[in-house]
């Protein structure tokens, strides 16, 4: 298997398509695209990129009024 095959079906993503010196964790850059999607206040953007990346994943996020 060529290394950056084996790097994706590892969680990874290659930065080069031949022998990559590098790699980033596609949970990483899932994290920087939600952060991505709100960026007009930094805690903000935090706090909702963070819920949705775990309500991407399967977790049920509730606020304080159970809704």
Known sequence: I??????????????????????FSINLLSQFHHLYDYTSDSITALAAAHRDLLEERGFLMLNSKVT
């Open 2 to 23: 060529p290394p950056p095959i084996r790097l994706v079906t590892m969680g990874y993503f290659p930065t080069s398509p031949r022998d990559p010196p590098t790699a």
